[in-house]
């Protein structure tokens, strides 16, 4: 068991560095209020020749770990797993062919993105339970070469534990998360006005389009009507009407 010192990098979250001997660096990243960090007790492995990254989340709460690879091996079978007590390392999720636009596989609450520009496989598990804790392993294989990308302790606490976090930076991360969700629905309201206005101004362009059709077709029937000539207005011009009558 050890007691963790912590160094505040920002509000609401807490990095820890320990040197549990001199040839391996241990980083420890908390999502916790640095408040907490006081009662919260590891049980680490002993000391390895190589690092493990310790992440540490409370029940619920989401992960990420980014594992990096030589881009040039794009093309490796690329596996997160879990280290067994026994040896060996279970398979828990293997990356998706590199040539899909948006590679990304999705085991229950585990999913595996892969971006082969960049040469960076994230590893995201949401909703941690406590029998999620224990060693994981970021890998790439090919043809029997197997190499280890990065290890992972994923630590999980207790939910009752959690449960004395002071309620302002659940606030805090609260309120920074409305401003999103008002925008977007400010967002839909003036779309819809604009929609229905649009809508507005081209029922009225069509109904008066087919009012000025319908009056210009019947302008031509009146002025044929009114350019007729009467029989009262030939005698004007020098034709007379006759009636002849035989008996």
Not at 9 to 32: E, N, Q
Request: charged content about 20%; overall charge positive.
């Amino acid at each position: 068991m050890f007691n963790i010192p912590t160094v505040r990098d920002r509000p609401g979250r807490a990095l820890v560095h320990l040197s549990l001997c001199p040839s391996v660096p241990l980083f420890l990243h908390l999502s916790i209020p640095p408040s907490l960090c006081p009662l919260v007790h590891l049980s680490l492995p002993p000391c390895a020749a190589e690092n493990v990254t310790v992440v540490a989340a409370a029940e619920g709460d989401t992960v990420s770990v980014n594992c990096s690879y030589d881009p040039r091996q794009w093309w490796w079978w690329k596996s997160w797993c879990r280290q067994l007590e026994q040896g060996g390392c279970q398979q828990v999720l293997s990356a998706p062919p590199a040539w899909l636009p948006f590679p990304r596989s999705r085991r229950g609450t585990t999913s595996l993105r892969d971006n082969a520009r960049a040469g960076l496989l994230t590893v995201t598990i949401r909703q941690l339970r406590g029998e999620d804790a224990g060693l994981y392993q970021c890998r790439t294989e090919f043809l029997g070469d197997t190499r280890s990308l990065r290890k992972v302790q994923l630590e999980v606490l207790a939910a009752d534990l959690v449960t004395h976090v002071p309620e302002e930076p659940r606030a805090v991360q609260s309120i920074s998360r409305s401003p999103p969700d008002v925008n977007f629905t400010l967002f839909y309201i003036l779309a819809g006005f604009l929609v229905a206005k649009f809508t507005v101004a081209v029922l009225v362009c069509a109904v008066a389009h087919s009012r000025k059709n319908r009056e210009r077709e019947q302008k031509p029937g009146l002025g044929e009507q009114q350019g007729l000539p009467f029989p009262a207005d030939l005698g004007h011009d020098g034709i007379g009407l006759s009636w002849e009558s035989s008996a």
